[in-house]
Nanobody, 113 residues
Framework: VQLQASGGGLVEAGGSLRLSCEAS??????MNWYRQAPGKERELVAS???????NYADSVKGRFTISRDNAKNTLYLQMNSLKLDDTADYYC??????????WGQGTLVTVSS
């Protein structure tokens, strides 16, 4: 399975972006969005299970919404009220039933003041 992320760009603080991650096949395990800011470690932003239940990092709760369309094999991240600290490369990810980990390529989100 390959993951193709898109939707990053330049946005002013307080603005919104929607990231997408299209998979080349069906995924039945939890899917995640990670991000990595310059000089920092990659961190988990949000997760969603096949049943739609979600978890979020404290730093994005109330601002970001993760969702998935299983029919379209696509993962989304709606990001609202963006802050300067949200600037990072964003990666989609999942681990399959054999414990193999898959990563999409990063999509860059830059939040300006």
């Amino acid at each position: 399975v390959q993951l193709q992320a898109s939707g990053g760009g330049l946005v002013e603080a307080g603005g919104s972006l929607r990231l997408s991650c299209e998979a080349s096949g069906s995924i039945f395990t939890p899917m995640n969005w990670y991000r990595q800011a310059p000089g920092k470690e990659r961190e988990l932003v949000a997760s969603i299970r096949i049943d739609g239940s979600t978890n979020y990092a404290d730093s994005v709760k109330g601002r970001f919404t993760i969702s998935r369309d299983n029919a379209k094999n696509t993962l989304y991240l709606q990001m609202n009220s963006l802050k300067l600290d949200d600037t990072a490369d964003y990666y989609c990810n999942f681990r399959d039933s054999r414990n193999f980990v898959y990563w999409g390529q990063g999509t860059l989100v830059t939040v300006s003041s």
